[in-house]
Nanobody, 128 residues
Framework: QVQLVESGGGLVQAGGSLRVSCVAS????????MGWFRQAPGKEREFVAA????????YYADSVKDRFTISRDNAKNTVYLQMNSLKPEDTAAYYC?????????????????????WGQGTQVTVSS
């Protein structure tokens, strides 16, 4: 069956950096758009970033643009989220998701219902 397993979360001070990873299995990874979402306690799960199946297009939430970078390694079935200049408001559980669409990413990739598979999440906590 399909599995998405996130790792790399942890506690970091404001202004610091962290990279989270997501390893996929049970699917043809190179055929899937991959996204990162996050959910803070008491809040809705929100879109963070997405990358196309080929890696040639990316899309970011305004709140993380110029601070976060999404990338993928299709040979390793892995998607990454490099997070720099972290802020306390970035504290959340971070989830990766896979959408079976070979399209350039755009606004459509921000919608949770477009994704077929989800990981269990990894916690990122940013202290002030």
């Amino acid at each position: 069956q399909v599995q998405l397993v996130e790792s790399g979360g942890g506690l970091v001070q404001a202004g610091g950096s962290l990279r989270v990873s997501c390893v996929a299995s049970g699917l043809t990874f190179s055929s899937y758009t991959m996204g990162w979402f996050r959910q803070a306690p008491g809040k809705e799960r929100e879109f963070v970033a997405a990358i196309s199946w080929s890696g040639d297009s990316t899309y970011y939430a305004d709140s993380v643009k110029d601070r976060f970078t999404i990338s993928r390694d299709n040979a390793k079935n892995t998607v990454y989220l490099q997070m720099n200049s972290l802020k306390p408001e970035d504290t959340a559980a971070y989830y990766c998701a896979a959408a079976g669409r070979r399209l350039r990413v755009g606004y459509w990739a921000t919608a949770r219902y477009m994704y077929d598979y989800w990981g269990q999440g990894t916690q990122v906590t940013v202290s002030s």
